[in-house]
């Protein structure tokens, strides 16, 4: 017994373990009018599905949507899976909960309209700059939905036919890095460029994702074969036009578009249910490339079409050119997804530096899943500490640099080997080292940014003033919606359930943390 008081005491003062989210606590709702808890969940629930959507991972969204409830002096809770977002505030006392739901339908890759909303959390969730009036709170969330509609409806900076050449430039890099020549990268510039437009019918069509790349791995795969029929006859040989690096480049324009980041992060971050439905989708699309390489390759053979992959020296092309094909991809990728000209050469320097980080480790006698992990790991690092100062969010960087390091030849390696069925050639070691190399370059930029935040954390408290930001609205008589008393304005409390965001909550937030 004497023990359990000691316990007890200890725990009253804080003693005894590592801090803790608060559990169990009471509501403090405010008395705030329905009305206008409302809009503010609804604002706060746009924004984080419109993030959801934009591949944003699921601590993020959550910190981003309690951030901006907070600004306008609301504490909410938040349940968020991988396809609905629930957000609720519960005023205490008899009144009814505020609760706002919505399905996240669609995902696709566009940074430019994600940099756009992250900057508007940012500047929404950072609060006023002093005290303000009832009238006041409302035209600044008034504010806030106008310029979040004008986000989401904005169409995009570029035609799609232009995303068909940006993505026919990154297979043409990809088909570099590899060893190949000029006339593979032209062939799979081409390749990927059909691709695409197939791809885009599909989607129109609304055929489903799984078999979007099943059928875009089917094209890129059809012109390997044709490439195994018609050079014997023309006055090159394979090793000119190697099959392999066409099917590789198409395969990493495939895997570029998924979300290999977020579900690890997801899954580091404590949201299993996310996690899992990300990796889920991930899986499912990654097979949908593997059924459309392995069923054109086995058709191919029983029709009797002579295969063979014809292996190019990893060394072929200096190391500086392979480093500014890495660029070219990771920039061309971030414009094929909308980003900004500035994100764009961001992205184009971190794949570069990305590359030449994993064929140094690689020359130090790492493997490709170890080197590749390393790589991802100082891209993840520099992204985070380097985000406020380059105005480019920290996922963009990381998620456009570590595309150049996807292992598409490895997967067309492996899935070869099975087809073949060669008992000296297996295939499970190449494509277990493919997801190996996958599993690390996802693992790798979430470790990096996990490292770099404390470090951000110290920076932005020695470069600004800790000040304290609240809400203040005054009592209007007739209404129930004030929360200013006889004693003075009452300020907004930080919402202890915000673990990573309130460490420093009135310090000006960086895009990066979203």
């Given at each position: ?191 990927t460029a059909v691709v695409d437009r197939v791809l885009l019918r599909l989607q129109r069509w609304a055929i489903p994702p799984f078999f979007q790349q099943a059928a875009g791995a089917t094209v890129a795969t059809l012109v390997a074969v044709a ?139 790492l493997g490709p899943a170890v080197a590749g992990a390393g790589a991802a790991l100082l891209v993840g690092f520099l992204a985070e500490s380097l985000a406020r100062r380059l105005r480019v969010p920290a996922i963009v960087t990381s998620i456009c ?114």
């Amino acid at each position: 017994m004497r023990a359990v008081g000691v316990v007890r005491r200890l725990a009253r003062r804080g003693v005894g373990g590592p801090p803790t989210v608060q559990v169990g606590r009471r509501t403090r709702g405010g008395g705030r009018d329905e009305a206008f808890v409302r809009d503010v969940l609804e604002l706060a629930v746009r924004v984080g599905e419109t993030m959801l959507s934009l591949g944003a991972s699921a601590a993020d969204v959550t910190a981003t949507i309690r951030r901006l409830a907070h600004a306008f002096g609301l504490e909410c809770e938040v349940d968020l899976t991988f396809t609905a977002i629930l957000v609720s505030h519960d005023p205490g006392g008899s009144r009814a909960p505020v609760t706002v739901l919505r399905v996240v339908a669609a995902r696709t890759a566009d940074y430019g309209r994600l940099t756009r909303v992250l900057e508007l959390a940012q500047e929404v969730g950072a609060g006023p700059d002093g005290p303000e009036d009832h009238a006041a709170v409302v035209a600044r969330l008034r504010d806030a939905h106008e310029r979040l509609d004008v986000i989401v409806a904005a169409p995009h900076p570029y035609h799609r036919r232009l995303v068909t050449v940006l993505l026919s430039v990154m297979a043409a890099g990809v088909a570099v890095l590899l060893g190949g020549g000029l006339a593979v990268a032209v062939l799979a510039g081409a390749t990927t460029a059909v691709v695409d437009r197939v791809l885009l019918r599909l989607q129109r069509w609304a055929i489903p994702p799984f078999f979007q790349q099943a059928a875009g791995a089917t094209v890129a795969t059809l012109v390997a074969v044709a490439l195994f029929v018609l050079v014997p006859l023309l006055p090159v040989g394979l090793a000119t036009l190697p099959p392999a690096l066409v099917v590789a480049s198409g395969i990493v324009v495939l895997l570029a578009g998924l979300s290999f980041v977020g579900a690890a992060e997801d899954a580091i971050d404590g949201f299993p249910v996310t996690a899992v439905g990300r990796m889920f989708e991930v899986l499912l699309l990654t097979l949908g490339i593997v059924v459309g390489i392995g069923g054109v390759l086995d058709v191919a053979q029983r029709l009797g079409v002579t295969l063979e992959v014809v292996d190019v020296p990893q060394g072929a092309l200096p190391t500086g050119v392979q480093a500014v094909a890495a660029g070219v991809v990771s920039g061309a990728w971030a414009l094929a997804s909308y980003a900004r000209a500035r994100a764009a050469v961001v992205a184009a320097l971190a794949g570069g530096t990305a590359w030449l980080t994993s064929a140094a480790l690689g020359a130090l006698g790492l493997g490709p899943a170890v080197a590749g992990a390393g790589a991802a790991l100082l891209v993840g690092f520099l992204a985070e500490s380097l985000a406020r100062r380059l105005r480019v969010p920290a996922i963009v960087t990381s998620i456009c640099a570590i595309v150049p390091l996807l292992p598409g030849l490895a997967i067309y390696r492996g899935l070869f080997r099975l087809v073949q069925a060669d008992p000296a050639r297996p295939a499970t070691p190449v494509l277990l080292g493919a997801a190996m190399v996958a599993l690390g370059l996802a693992a790798g930029v979430t470790l990096g940014g996990l490292l770099a935040r404390p470090l951000r954390e110290r920076v932005r408290r020695a470069t600004w003033p800790v000040q304290r930001v609240g809400v203040q609205v005054v009592r209007r008589p007739g209404r129930g919606d004030g929360t200013r008393t006889a004693g003075g304005p009452v300020q907004a409390a930080p919402d202890p359930g915000d673990v990573r965001h309130t460490a420093d909550a009135a310090a000006p937030d960086d895009d990066a943390g979203a």
